[in-house]
């Protein structure tokens, strides 16, 4: 349970989905015009870039259009882990080309100044990138947390390792943990709130709520709003 007088906004996977990243916002907009407490905070939990259209622009939205709440949390998703690994060591690429790393690279019109067929190309790939991405993208990047705490909630990217205290946790499993996560039903201790694995609706359950609802092929980003006891969704 929150402290009363407070409403949090956990927001999932937005994976490059600029569109529904704004169609979004609006809708939690439109839920503070209603009632507003007197505190509000957005958490969004991870993986702004790769695998939608416009990674760069949803970048640009989050720092030069933040919502109207009094605090904004963002995490670090695997996704910004990788792409911010490329830039320092271009064997990385490989992995992150697989799982969404071209999308991005085209969205800082990296695909237009590379021929990625050419050998050679991740090299040149991780210059193009470097002279592409804007200082405020690098410092953002560099700037995203791990974890963030309130009340009976945990939230994080992608889940925690079972019975290992937060304190010890390991980065990689806060942002890329599955299984080992998802099936436990240990008492965590919060109920960690994460996103990083599908589903087609927010996934509840007595130690976890999953809010990862596919955005970048489903169309469907999702929202969840947390105040006192209270757990509701909002969804493009």
Partial sequence: MLDPGTRIYAIGDIHGR????????????????????????A???????????????VLDHLLDRPLPVEEVVHLLG????????????????EAWMGFGGRETLRSYG????VRLAKEGWMKESQ??????????????????????????YLFVHAGIRPRVDLARQDRDDLIWIRDEFLDSDADHGHVVVHGHSITRRPEIRPNRIGI?????????????????SERRFLST
């Fill in 212 to 228: 990862d609802t596919g955005a970048f092929f489903s169309g469907r980003l999702t929202a969840l709003v947390l105040e006192g």
């Fill in 78 to 93: 695997n996704h910004e882990d990788a792409m911010r690994r490329f830039l320092d060591d271009r064997w990385m690429g």
């Fill in 127 to 152: 210059a193009a990138l470097a002279r592409a991405l804007p200082e405020r993208h690098r410092l953002f990047l560099d700037g995203l947390r791990l974890w963030h705490g309130e009340g009976g």
């Fill in 18 to 41: 600029l569109d529904l990243l704004v169609e979004l916002e609006a809708l939690i907009s439109a839920d503070l015009a209603e009632a507003r407490p007197p505190r509000t905070v």
């Fill in 43 to 57: 958490v969004y939990l991870g993986d702004y870039v790769d695998r939608g259209p416009d990674s760069r622009g």
């Fill in 110 to 113: 990296v695909g237009a100044e």
